[in-house]
């Protein structure tokens, strides 16, 4: 009497399972089946069919982790990760949309207008990185920024302008 070996190869263990090499490599790959025994290419019987009675139903296939145990059984009132992962998203959305930049400026503006906020010595569209007179008169227009100065054309934060530019700075430190 011989005794059937444990350890089955790839091509075994499709037709163990009643499907072809091809198939089984999938299913190993997507987590139906499980991987080779480290170092091997063979696959334990019992774990197959360990694998074959959770996919069928035979066995639970909950974690025995008493942490885990605890934690479903403790859980009252809140609700699944998956769903207190959304929760949070939309939370985050929703804390993000409070500080949403109102004038409509483009980004390379928003980013002029929060270099002004940061650095008020710099006040000559020279001393500004990116701005030129254009970029700075488009802000002029926006009402963000007010020209002063008869020489030499220098410009400050308006109110709105310092307002919006703490939103742009809150806006994007949300930034998903």
Known sequence: ????????????????????????????????????????????????????????????????????????????????????????????????????PQMGLEYKLESILVYMAAHPECDTAASIPNAGPAMLQTLQKAGAVRAFGREALRYALTEEGNAEAARIKKWRSLAP
């Open 1 to 100: 009497m011989t005794i059937p070996p444990r350890l089955i190869g790839r091509k075994e263990a499709a037709e163990y399972c009643g499907i072809s090499p091809t198939c089984f490599s999938l299913w190993v790959s997507t987590h139906k089946m499980p991987p080779a025994i480290p170092g091997t290419r063979m696959w334990d019987k019992r774990a197959i069919d360990a694998r074959l009675d959770e996919i069928g139903g035979l066995v639970s296939s909950v974690p025995r982790d008493p942490f885990d145990k605890w934690e479903r059984e403790n859980r009252t009132g809140r609700s699944s990760g998956r769903d207190s992962l959304a929760e949070w998203r939309a939370g985050k959305e929703k804390r993000r949309a409070k500080y949403r």
